[in-house]
């Protein structure tokens, strides 16, 4: 069978690049090569970056009424070619078709928020703040923003940049991740009548090459990355020559506090759908649990149990199947890797624990336990169906474990005690903090963390704030 060869999306048209090499495209589900993807040059880059720079003189000066109806339209091409999204996510990610479908409501709802936010937006108000003067705040465009999204959630992330960014008057060069670029190629596809030449410009290949030309590019004025640590800090450091502003959503490692008057059934099923949903590959996954030492064996018990009744397997087999394969043979390699790391320190598992034998890239949901203070498995981001458990015996010594990480993304606090909901998120630094709940999310909302898990803000009305900027204009009155 022939593959389809997938080119770059450049000025509202294919382009086959500036170069002939290209990349497989695989089905983690079964290994087998799907589609060939353009591997990207710098010479791609530049041509994306001009085509943007000459959009972004009309896109930006068009009012937000007139951008919103665009990204309404938009929302309305994501909706009307659902299935085929859902589809197109499943197969290249190795998500269950429940979690496909729900990405691109999102990626749908997140087009729609954005259309009515950037209409809406506060400033301080004009007035005479220096006598005989009067002044004003004027929101405008970054320019061309630079956008590099990761592989577990393709088509919702690049929605998450491209709606706030599209919104505030930006044009943009986004470069998905080389081994999932299906979806976004495809929405460039669908929408590509519906914005001007130019303003979206998608450019596939290696991060090293292509990732490296975005964020180090003198005409792109805003690089944003959703990605690892690793890839943040190489992206910071090549913005850092031409002084552009970066956007980060880097790892997490979420710690999961249970007290012992939680509803530990809530629990259970909330770190099931949490830790295991897209195979652990989240970076706000439910994958450090620390529970109290009076409930610890009945909490595992519960999750033990649910775990093993998990369907496991090929998107393809049906909606029943709540956990798919890992998105390539590399990252299984790793997370294997990082298992055998764990039994080494002293962790056991209580089920899972291996990559089963067949075809596909599947790791077996594992909860390890057993785990010896300050093992790698609790500390490092293993990004896998792999969820560890932990104990403590008093809420402060909780909230030094839980904070006891480099990262800052989020953090859930499960009790039934008023007091301790509404007190001890304040002691957590993560940027979300669930209580009662895990990896919910809201589109009015704000999502992104601190300390190793970068800056910046993705969905609400602060992504816009991210992806504009501010001019003050003071104007004296005549004498």
Same mark, same amino acid.
């Given at each position: 069978m022939t593959r389809p060869v997938l080119d770059h999306h450049i000025d +509202?048209? $294919?382009?086959?690049?500036? +170069?002939?090499?290209?990349?497989?495209?695989?089905?983690p589900a079964t290994g087998e090569v799907i589609a060939y993807a353009r591997r990207g040059t710098a010479e791609d880059v530049d041509r994306a970056v001009a085509a943007a720079r000459r959009a972004g003189a009309d896109w930006g000066r068009r009012t937000p009424k007139d951008r919103a109806d665009v990204l309404l339209a938009v929302a309305a091409a994501v909706e009307e070619h659902a299935a085929e999204l859902v589809d197109l996510e499943s197969r290249n990610a190795g998500k269950p078709l429940g979690l496909a479908a729900d990405d691109v409501a999102g990626t749908a709802d997140t087009f729609r928020f954005m259309a009515g936010a950037v209409r809406a937006q506060t400033a301080l108000a004009a007035g005479e703040y220096v006598e005989g003067r009067t002044s004003t705040i004027v929101r405008e465009p970054v320019g061309v923003v630079g956008a590099i999204t990761p592989w577990n959630y393709p %088509? %919702?992330?690049? !929605?998450?940049?491209? @709606?706030?960014?599209?919104? *505030? @008057?930006? &044009?943009?060069? =986004?470069? $998905?991740?080389?081994? &999932?670029? =299906?979806?976004?190629?495809? %929405?460039?596809?669908?929408? *590509? +009548?519906?914005?001007?030449a130019g303003v979206l410009n998608v450019v596939t290949g290696d991060g090293a090459v292509v990732g490296a030309a975005i964020a180090s590019h003198p005409g792109i004025d805003l690089v944003s990355v959703t990605g690892s640590v690793r890839s943040g800090q190489a992206v910071a450091a090549a913005a850092a020559a031409t002084l552009k502003r970066v956007h980060l959503e880097l790892g997490g490692k979420a710690p999961v506090l249970v007290f012992a008057d939680a509803d530990l059934d809530a629990v259970a099923d909330g770190v099931l759908f949490a830790g295991f949903g897209n195979s652990g590959q989240d970076c706000g996954a439910a994958c450090r649990v620390l529970v109290d030492a009076a409930v610890h064996d009945d909490l595992v018990a519960r999750l033990v149990k649910r775990i093993e009744a998990m369907p496991v397997g090929a998107p393809s087999e049906g909606e029943h199947i709540e956990m798919g394969p890992l998105v390539s043979r590399e990252h299984r390699d790793r997370v294997v890797a990082a298992l055998e790391r764990a039994f080494a320190d002293? !962790? &056991?598992? *209580?089920?899972?624990?291996? !990559?089963?034998?067949?075809? @596909?890239?599947?790791?077996?949901?594992?909860?390890?336990?057993d785990i010896p203070d300050g093992a790698a498995c609790t500390t490092e981001e293993i990004f896998g169906p792999v969820v560890t458990v932990e104990t403590f015996t008093d809420e402060d010594a909780a909230v030094v474990a839980a904070n006891a990480t480099p990262y800052g993304l989020s953090a859930s606090v499960w009790t039934e005690n008023a007091r301790r909901a509404a007190s001890l998120p304040g002691r957590l630094d993560f940027g979300t903090v669930w209580v009662n709940d895990h990896l919910a999310f809201a589109t009015e909302m704000p999502w992104g963390g601190v300390k190793s898990s970068g800056y910046g803000r993705d969905l609400s009305a602060y992504a816009l704030n991210d992806y504009s900027r501010t001019k003050h204009v003071m104007v004296k009155h005549q004498a």
């Open positions: +509202g048209a $294919p382009w086959q690049g500036a +170069g002939p090499a290209t990349q497989e495209v695989v089905d %088509l %919702l992330m690049a !929605a998450w940049k491209l @709606g706030p960014i599209l919104a *505030a @008057g930006n &044009t943009c060069v =986004l470069k $998905p991740s080389e081994q &999932t670029p =299906l979806s976004t190629l495809r %929405l460039a596809e669908l929408v *590509a +009548g519906l914005l001007p002293g !962790a &056991t598992a *209580a089920v899972g624990g291996k !990559a089963p034998d067949g075809p @596909g890239f599947f790791v077996e949901p594992t909860l390890l336990v």
